[in-house]
């Protein structure tokens, strides 16, 4: 397997890489999942997934991760963060006082709010705010599964491509800026819309199986 035509998974210590990995395979995606700071710096197209706390930031840095990985994304690499992975693109999150998120889009973390039912575990719609290829071939509407108790909030609108209601709560669920993704929900958890999800970011990186 070439690196070069890879899609790189990052092991930071998070759990649940290993579903993602599984879903990118079905769709006949090569992938490697690692953590060496030198093979990072030349894969084509990067995931940053996993379950955990805004904490795991840390670990990123202790594996002498964020410089390869702010570097790639400067670059203009396809990148994909799903949940945590998503969370940790922004500055900062209330789940972790004074631990600095990669901050590669403005913006921080925040609670839900005690007014809804928290964690919000299971399906929601996904209502896609811009036009992107990603929805390609996904209904409008399209439930995907969650399971968190923070979420994004962008400082810039043109950041959010979807936005999800969960008991009359509003919040963002999906950023789209340049050659960076992320989503909160949970691509391997949701069935056949998050593998094309999947598929589309696959063919957006040039990794489609043939």
Request: hydrophobic residues 45%; aromatic residues 8%; negative net charge.
């Amino acid at each position: 397997m070439s690196l070069s035509r890879s899609l790189y998974i990052i092991d930071y210590g998070a759990e649940d890489l290993h579903s993602v990995q599984m879903v990118f395979e079905r769709l006949g995606v090569d992938v490697v999942v690692g953590g060496d700071p030198k093979a990072l710096r030349n894969a084509p197209a990067l995931v940053l997934a996993g379950v955990g706390a805004f904490g795991h930031m840390r670990q990123l840095e202790e594996k002498g991760l964020v410089e390869p990985l702010l570097m790639r994304i400067e670059a203009g690499v396809p990148f994909l963060g799903v949940c945590l992975g998503l969370q940790l693109l922004f500055e900062a999150s209330e789940e972790e006082q004074g631990v600095k998120g990669l901050g590669v889009l403005r913006g921080d973390v925040r609670a839900l709010p005690d007014s809804v039912k928290e964690p919000h575990i299971g399906w929601s719609r996904v209502e896609a705010c811009t036009c992107s290829d990603l929805f390609e071939d996904i209904p409008e509407g399209s439930a995907f599964y969650f399971a968190h108790g923070y979420a994004v909030v962008p400082r810039s609108p043109g950041d959010v491509l979807a936005v999800t209601d969960h008991d009359g709560v509003v919040f963002v669920s999906a950023v789209e800026a340049g050659n960076v993704v992320g989503v909160q929900f949970h691509l391997e958890e949701s069935g056949a819309v998050g593998s094309r999800f999947c598929r589309n970011f696959a063919r957006r990186a040039g990794l489609e199986a043939a």
